[in-house]
C-alpha cells in the first residue's frame, strides 16, 4: 500500500513540475514568438509587420501582443494551431489571451 501512494504522490509532484514550467516566463516567451512568427507566415505580407511581442523587461511575465485589428484572425488561428502541443498551464493561458483579444477586437 504504501509504495502506491509513493507512486501517487510522485505522479502529482511531476503534475504540479510540469504546470510551474507551463508558466515560466522564458517558456511563454517561447510560445510568444512561435504564435507571433505563426501568424505572420500565414498574413498577408501587408499585414506582418503588425503583429509583434514585447515582453517587460522588469516583469517578465508581462507580456504585450500587439497587432493591428485586420491581422487578429491571424494570430487567434496561430493559437488555436499551437494549443495541443503546450503544457497544460501554457494552454490554459493561451486560451484566455485569445478570448481576450477576440473581445478586444469586438469592441
Avoid at 47 to 70: G, N, W, Y
Wanted: aromatic residues 6%; glycine residues 2%.
Amino acid at each position: 500500500m504504501a509504495n502506491e501512494e509513493m507512486l501517487v504522490l510522485n505522479k502529482l509532484l511531476k503534475e504540479i513540475e510540469d504546470l510551474k514550467l507551463g508558466l515560466d516566463p522564458g517558456v511563454l516567451s517561447g510560445w510568444y514568438q512561435r504564435i507571433a512568427s505563426d501568424a505572420r507566415s500565414e498574413a498577408p505580407r501587408h499585414l506582418t509587420d503588425s503583429i509583434d511581442v514585447i515582453q517587460d523587461p522588469i516583469l517578465p511575465m508581462k507580456f504585450e501582443f500587439k497587432t493591428s485589428r485586420r491581422a487578429i484572425r491571424y494570430v487567434v488561428e496561430a493559437i488555436e494551431r499551437n494549443l495541443d502541443a503546450m503544457p497544460l498551464a501554457t494552454r490554459l493561458y493561451f486560451q484566455k489571451l485569445s478570448e481576450l483579444i477576440q473581445a478586444e477586437a469586438l469592441r
